[in-house]
T-cell receptor
């Protein structure tokens, strides 16, 4: 039973443009959401997070938006850079520090 | 500071054999987690140690999987006997305190043939 879904397996974007990654969840008990970035042959690295009491969190070029009523969050990367090419995982937790991940979205930034 | 170290990085074994994966967390990190990614799908939680105690093992797929954490330092995950569906990448992560700031290792890619 997959509780976190990333319905776009891949995204291609031109360098300098905005990348928008989407994530949907089904468990209404989730109260903390995270995005991880993963390069080949490496483990996931934490990128940005948001608590359910907020609807937006920004960190440099990365912004995460949370729409609790729609059970949807998104990650915006502006501007996209070649080093952003990676797999991005959405993750969520119900307060027990155990993370439920999506299947990932592969982002390719074209020069 | 050294990161989370996992070895081997790759393992290919035959169905029915036993494999042991090892994880060395960041020194001093009490919390240690095991996750698994199968067939390019989502990363799934397996279990969580706090020091040497299993805090949550709700994600362990079946009793062919055995995790230990001796003395609250390194951890091992043994699969015995291995089945084809056990193939995937096994990630270990650690954190100093109970928070979401895990540091993941690079993973062990297990292939069961």
């Amino acid at each position: 039973d997959q509780q976190v879904k990333q319905n776009s397996p891949s995204l291609s974007v031109q360098e300098g443009r905005i990348s928008i990654l989407n994530c949907d969840y089904t468990n209404s008990m989730f109260d903390y959401f995270l995005w991880y970035k993963k390069y080949p042959a490496e483990g996931p690295t934490f990128l940005i997070s948001i608590s359910s009491i907020k609807d937006k969190n920004e960190d440099g070029r990365f912004t995460v938006f949370l729409n609790k009523s729609a059970k949807h969050l998104s990650l915006h990367i502006v501007p996209s850079q070649p080093g952003d090419s990676a797999v991005y995982f959405c993750a969520a937790s119900a307060g027990d520090y155990k993370l439920s991940f999506g299947a990932g979205t592969t982002v390719t930034v074209r020069a | 500071e050294a990161g989370v170290t996992q070895f081997p990085s790759h393992s290919v074994i035959e169905k029915g054999q036993t494999v042991t994966l090892r994880c060395d967390p960041i020194s001093g990190h009490d919390n240690l987690y095991w996750y698994r990614r199968v067939m390019g799908k989502e990363i799934k939680f397996l279990l969580h140690f706090v020091k040497e105690s299993k805090q949550d093992e709700s994600g362990m797929p079946n009793n062919r999987f055995l995790a230990e954490r001796t003395g609250g330092t390194y951890s091992t995950l043994k699969v015995q006997p291995a089945e084809l569906e056990d193939s995937g990448v096994y990630f270990c992560a650690s954190s100093l305190s109970l928070n979401y700031g895990y540091t993941f290792g690079s993973g062990t890619r297990l292939t069961v043939v």
